[in-house]
């Protein structure tokens, strides 16, 4: 949880990250209350669908 916080210190409102719909449950919570906050947008997406994946790339993701 210290190495997730932390990503989340390095990024700036606004920006947008792409993590796996499958993350670890404290860190899904951690991403969809304090990232919200800090108006992170979080998209969370099946990344064995490399289409899905692909698609959910945005001009501001910071993170993937």
Do not use: C, P, Q, W
Not at 28 to 43: C, D, G, L, P, Q
Not at 50 to 64: G, I
């Amino acid at each position: 949880m210290s190495a997730i916080s932390s990503l989340i210190y390095l990024l700036k409102s606004g920006d947008h990250m792409i993590t796996i719909d499958d993350v670890y449950s404290g860190a899904n919570i951690f991403f969809r209350k304090y990232a919200s906050k800090m108006n992170i947008e979080v998209t969370f997406v099946n990344m064995l669908d490399l289409e899905l994946t692909e698609k959910s790339f945005k001009s501001n993701t910071a993170v993937r």
